[in-house]
């Protein structure tokens, strides 16, 4: 079964704005990352963020974790036509970081 | 580096047939995983793989899946009778540490 669950499943916004997605998850983590997807393609990794971590940026990313609410949120800022695609959260177990369970996703569309 | 080479990216079969799909995973990466996604059930872990080993093959369906990695730059998921609820994009990633590399998937049809 699935742990991460994201919020929300799809989301549209203007060129210039920003998007926040959120992602859930169930048991404890030893880190957290998120992937993008265009259509048609395979993942691609953006950013990973340990549990002891509680905010990472990379260019336009900004990822925060709070491990007491199990939940992590991806912020992207000044969001661009090209950033139309499905983000995915994913967890690395504690004592098992090879293997990720992905959560449902979230499909942003970015109008130019 | 190419990345994740998957073959073939499309398959189109008939019910009963036997599905083979082959992964090259990225040179160097110790970990080989095989997903599946379909819009009902998301992305689905299948199998993995480290330095060649099954680990976990707790997300193959049923008996009709089996999965090998004979060596390090080779691995292959087979569907042996094909069913039309084995319709899906599979995925092969490949891993170093924590982060996946994921090629460009195959997308099954089963008719």
């Known amino acids: 079964s699935q742990q991460g669950e994201e919020d929300p499943q799809a989301l549209s916004i203007q060129e210039g704005e920003n998007a926040t997605m959120n992602c859930s998850y169930k048991t404890s983590i030893n880190n957290l990352q998120w992937y993008r997807q265009n259509s048609g393609r395979g993942l691609v990794h953006l950013i990973l963020i340990r549990s002891n971590e509680r905010e990472k940026h990379s260019g336009r990313l900004r990822v925060t974790l709070d491990t007491s609410k199990k939940s992590s949120s991806l912020l992207i800022t000044a969001s661009r036509a090209a950033d139309t695609a499905s983000y995915f959260c994913?967890?690395?177990?504690?004592?098992?970081?090879?293997?990720?369970?992905f959560g449902t996703g979230t499909r942003l569309q970015v109008f130019p | 580096d190419a990345g994740v080479i998957q073959s073939p990216r499309h398959e189109v079969t008939e019910m009963g047939q036997e599905v083979t799909l082959r992964c090259k995973p990225i040179s160097g990466h110790n970990s080989l995983f095989w997903y599946r996604q379909t819009m009902m059930r998301g992305l689905e872990l299948l199998i993995y793989?480290?330095?060649?080993?099954?680990?976990?093959d707790s997300g193959m369906p049923e008996d009709r899946f089996s999965a090998k990695m004979p060596n390090a730059s080779f691995s292959t998921l087979k569907i042996q009778p094909s069913e039309p609820r084995d319709s899906a994009v599979y995925f092969c990633a490949s891993s170093f540490l924590e982060e996946q590399y994921f090629g460009p998937g195959t997308r099954l049809t089963v008719t």
């Open positions: 793989f480290n330095n060649n080993v099954p680990i976990d």
């Open positions: 994913a967890t690395g177990s504690v004592g098992n970081t090879d293997k990720l369970i």
